[in-house]
């Protein structure tokens, strides 16, 4: 081990005019390495995707466990008016080509601009919207690509907090399906089977970015339900715990990952036989945490 504590300072390289570590490369980069972005574990969906517009999305990242897109956008040098503009409308074209998925926007730049990033932020208070300052960094005659998110997605408070806007059924059956509409019927039907509750029933309770329950008019959310195309991404709220997620791998549950205090299930039709007494479990679970004191 070396006693050397000299800091050795790093140098800044520009690729905005740069022959040999140019836009091609960069993009090729990130292609090959999602992951230098820090979004997660993400694949490439595709690149230089052709828009309706007539222009090319940079790249469509994907989330294989939340079911999200992410419509990037690249830009040498600072950022400006048109590729704001150009990321948001790319986003746009994607969620209403697949509302199926979550979509979020994602604009890349060496330099997010002082001028600009006000602008960015009134856009996140609507649009899920993630602005990344990438630079090419030089140490000793070694490069390296870093990172920085410079503005990230608006974090909402509780669900019985931030809800979104109020919708009705007939929304959601636009969005996802009739059949996936359905099942969510027959997992409340199932869940006032299970719970025995003297205050009455629980409903559905629809809001814009999930389905809820509700009793007598006033949110329960023990159980939440983010309905998609074929599938509803139910998430019961239960302390994580080894034992727990193991039985369900075991019982052949299609499990996402644990998030937000919730073990989240992809159920389908045959799941509500399947793993009936599996799933009962998990809403005794979730209704008696959410009561407990």
Known sequence: MTNDTTIVEPVVLSMQNNTLFNEAWLQKQ???????????DLYVRDS??????GGRLDLLLADPETQT?????????????SHIIRTIEYWDIERKRYPQYEHVAVIVAER????????????????????????LIEVEGKRTLVASRIVDLLQRGTDEEDKGIEVDRKWWERKASTDVLTLIDDVLAQTNQVVSDTQ????????????????????????????RKDFVLASMKIAQDDHTQSDLEEAGLNLAPWKD???????????????KDDIDDLIRRAHAQYSSP
């Open 261 to 275: 205090g919730a073990y989240r299930l992809r159920l389908k039709r045959r799941d509500l036989e399947k793993h």
């Open 200 to 227: 009455g029933p629980y409903q559905a309770n629809y809001n814009q970015y999930y389905i809820g329950l509700a009793q007598n008019g006033k949110a329960k959310n023990f159980m939440l339900f983010h309905p």
């Open 112 to 135: 997010v601009t002082g001028r600009f990033l006000n602008v960015i932020n009134l856009f996140n208070g609507a649009i899920p919207l993630v602005a990344i300052q990438l630079q």
């Open 30 to 40: 990130l292609i090959d390495r999602p992951s230098l972005l820090g979004l997660g």
């Open 69 to 81: 897109r992410f419509e990037v956008e690249i830009q040498l040098g600072a950022t400006d008016e």
């Open 48 to 53: 230089e995707r052709s828009q309706p517009s």
